[in-house]
Structures are given as structure tokens and as C-alpha cells.
Nanobody
Framework: QVQLVESGGGLVQAGGSLRLSCAASGRTFTMGWFRQAPGKEREFVATITWSGSRIYTDSVKGRFTISRDNAKNTVYLQMDSLKPDDTAVYYC??????????????????WGQGTQVTVSS
């Protein structure tokens, strides 16, 4: 069993930045970030494999950066140039095993509790 603990959410004005962190209690392989806005389905944001391969959803390319520290079992999401449309609960996810950059929620084994990100206009 792997536990994921997220931190770093909050309220920021449009154009501002936030950095999310997700610490895992054990070794993980691919890790990802998803988000869910009120009344909407959970959507993929970014993913990173153990070796550092990354995929981003189109709406965040050039603004968000996913990274990881394998020694600390931690993944980060640096969010710059934030927009009101980025407002959502952000969830960290981890997959045990495999080496691909997974983008679908059902492909992940463990989830964090979520952290709220609110971007005001």
C-alpha cells in the first residue's frame, strides 16, 4: 500500500504561480497529476515516468512543468501563468509497475486526497 500526500494548493491571482508537491510513502513508477473542477469529470494534467519522460495535456503546455525526485519519492507540479480555468481540485496519482506515461485515471493504482487550487480573475 502506498500513501500519497499532496501539498501546495491555495488561492492565487490570474498570472500567478503555485507549486504542488506529492510525497509517496514508497517507491512508485509513473506518477501523474489530474484535476477535477466542480461539475466536471476528472481530467489528465501531466505525467512523468521513472526515467523522466513527460506528457502534458494541451491546455497546460508551456505553463506547467512536472518533475520528480526519485530519491525522495516525490513529484512536483510547477504551475505558472495560471488562469481562472485552472481552478480545480488537483490529485496526485501513482502507478506501481510499468514504464509508460499513462494518461487515464483507471491506469493508476493510488491516489492522493486532493488539494484545492483557486485562480481568481
Amino acid at each position: 500500500q502506498v500513501q500519497l500526500v499532496e501539498s501546495g494548493g491555495g488561492l492565487v491571482q490570474a498570472g500567478g504561480s503555485l507549486r504542488l508537491s506529492c510525497a509517496a510513502s514508497g517507491r512508485t513508477f509513473t506518477m501523474g497529476w489530474f484535476r477535477q473542477a466542480p461539475g466536471k469529470e476528472r481530467e489528465f494534467v501531466a505525467t512523468i515516468t521513472w526515467s523522466g519522460s513527460r506528457i502534458y495535456t494541451d491546455s497546460v503546455k508551456g505553463r506547467f512543468t512536472i518533475s520528480r525526485d526519485n530519491a525522495k519519492n516525490t513529484v512536483y507540479l510547477q504551475m505558472d501563468s495560471l488562469k481562472p480555468d485552472d481552478t480545480a481540485v488537483y490529485y496526485c496519482a501513482a502507478k506501481i509497475g510499468g514504464s509508460y506515461a499513462y494518461t487515464r485515471p483507471y491506469e493508476y493504482d493510488y491516489w492522493g486526497q486532493g488539494t484545492q487550487v483557486t485562480v481568481s480573475s
